[in-house]
């Protein structure tokens, strides 16, 4: 394998590379059924703010699901014609966004213009990143047939009881239970999917992983029999190049020189196409009953746009097998907003700071700006209303810092269920954010352990690996077993998804199994609630 790009000399609160794709903004268009773009392109104009162009194959369009003057939203990709700064860039969607306003049209209504900011999997910078930490081989590697030691269970009741600073909501007994609880046989199986928006491996790997490794490695066995060709028994996948203008959307993403220059992985450097697969395999160990559906939002390097997320979620949507299968959909990625102005200052356009310099500006901003993915979301749950959502909350925290960081964008939205982690102790790991806002709101559980910037290689997350390892160094190293151990939020999420499919697969109803779920939760004062899961024996 090649090596990556080495980015500049890993400081804390290394300058971005950049939030946001260049050149381009994000309008979310009220409107009812068929969406003139000729009009939106001529309104647009209008302004007189710079030269633009709408493409009207990448227009994504939703039923709003809401009564109102309008029936439909269109999420409309904007392309800045020319060279324009960062700051200049910002400037003209604000005053784009000020000024329609005043000049309504009869036909639409503006309700958010916005940069079409990055987003990648949980990350462990203030920009574009991968999880907590790299992924490191096994040590000791898994016994060939080994079932228990990628399993999950819950804490027992002496676990429980020896967490110190917290308050079990129930009694601890409760726990003894395991899993199931008191869903037993009392009810009929339900039908249940689990859609992760996340990176995919090539399709080409995977056979090749299956055929190298299946007779020694159940999970890879489990998951991608019954010979390693997608879709599997229990995995589908949708690629990029089977949605509409994916290709297109990934090119600079995937281009080394723009991962070097514009889209680089602060202290990531290294691919992680494997995360996709690493989180639906902790997905389908808890849910072996579920189906699992990897969609490709992100590329190799863990990067994607907010037009890829909303391209994906739209996916999902689409290619629903059944109304019948009642679905989760596990984001184990955040959307890359600069919550650290005070660090970032210097890094961010002028513009910009002036829109997040003070509490209330500040406020009203990020609400405008991440409407996009918010309706997209809303519509999801108003078209069906059975539908969990649940997102990692991010990597920002630093070992030593007992201030943990905000939950990112999606986790911090209503109605998404966020997941912090915790490390196989129960305490928070380091590099975790609050699990949600409110805090109170989400859930933290297992999510690996640390040894400095890696994972620990004996009790980090253990998952489906098949690619090479990073060495740390822009390298690689072999990968022996197919195994490998990581952590992150990223891989939080997953538990929580997991947990919710087994239980619905059990015959509970989505809505009472989140309930189970926020029953078992252990109050830990002034700060997220626990979930305790361990993973192994």
Request: net charge negative; charged share 20%.
């Amino acid at each position: 394998m090649n090596k990556v790009p080495s980015n500049q000399a890993q400081e804390p609160y290394q300058l971005p590379i950049h939030y946001f794709v260049p050149n381009q903004f994000l309008l979310l268009i009220e409107h009812n059924e068929g969406l003139q773009a000729e009009s939106l392109q001529r309104y647009i104009g209008s302004f007189n703010l710079a030269e633009t162009s709408i493409n009207r194959e990448r227009i994504l369009t939703f039923e709003r699901g809401e009564e109102g003057r309008f029936d439909h939203f269109s999420l409309v990709p904007v392309e800045i014609q020319g060279e324009i700064s960062d700051d200049d860039q910002i400037e003209v969607i604000e005053r784009f966004y000020r000024e329609s306003r005043k000049r309504k049209h009869d036909n639409f209504f503006v309700r958010s213009a916005s940069p079409n900011w990055l987003a990648s999997t949980a990350q462990g910078q203030m920009v574009t990143g991968g999880p907590g930490t790299m992924p490191v081989p096994p040590n000791p590697i898994p016994p060939a047939g080994d079932n228990q030691i990628y399993s999950f269970r819950l804490a027992t009741s002496a676990e429980v009881v020896s967490i110190t600073g917290v308050s079990p909501g129930v009694n601890p007994t409760e726990f003894d239970r395991g899993l199931s609880g008191e869903v037993g046989r009392k009810t009929a199986p339900r039908p249940v999917e689990i859609a992760l928006l996340d990176t995919v491996p090539p399709p080409e790997r995977i056979r090749e992983a299956f055929a190298k490794w299946h007779y020694d490695h159940p999970l890879i066995e489990s998951l991608l029999s019954p010979n390693g060709t997608l879709p599997s028994d229990h995995l589908r996948v949708t690629y990029r190049d089977a949605m509409p203008n994916g290709v297109t959307l990934f090119e600079a993403l995937e281009n080394e020189a723009d991962h070097d220059q514009a889209y680089g992985v602060l202290n990531h450097v290294y691919e992680m196409s494997d995360h996709g697969l690493f989180a639906a395999g902790i997905a389908h160990t808890l849910a072996p009953q579920a189906s699992i559906h990897l969609v490709e939002v992100l590329s190799k390097w863990g990067v994607g746009t907010t037009e890829t997320l909303a391209l994906g979620l739209n996916t999902i949507l689409n290619e629903r097998r059944s109304e019948a299968v009642d679905l989760i959909i596990n984001c184990s990625l955040t959307i890359q907003f600069p919550w650290d102005t005070k660090h970032a200052k210097d890094a961010l356009p002028r513009s910009l700071v002036k829109m997040l310099n003070t509490k209330a500006r500040r406020a009203g901003f990020i609400e405008r700006v991440m409407l996009p993915i918010r309706w997209i979301l809303e519509a999801f749950q108003n078209k069906y209303p059975n539908v969990l959502i649940v997102a990692a909350a991010g990597n920002d925290g630093r070992a030593g810092n007992s201030r943990r960081p905000l939950a990112r964008y999606p986790a911090a939205f209503p109605d998404v269920i966020g997941a912090g982690a915790l490390k196989s102790d129960y305490d928070f790991a380091p590099y975790t954010n609050q699990s949600d806002l409110p805090l109170n709101a989400g859930i933290a559980t297992f999510g690996g352990d640390t040894d400095q910037d890696r994972a620990d290689a004996a009790t980090g997350m253990l998952g489906i690996y098949i690619g090479e390892f990073p060495d740390g160094q822009g390298g690689t190293l072999p990968n022996d077993s197919g195994w490998g151990r990581w952590a992150g939020t990223s891989f939080a999420a997953p538990v929580i998804s997991g947990v919710l499919a087994a239980r619905i697969g059990m015959g509970e109803h989505p809505d009472d199994a989140h309930t189970w779920i926020e029953d078992l939760l252990i109050e830990a004062s002034g700060s997220d609630n626990i979930f305790p899961m361990k993973q192994g024996t």
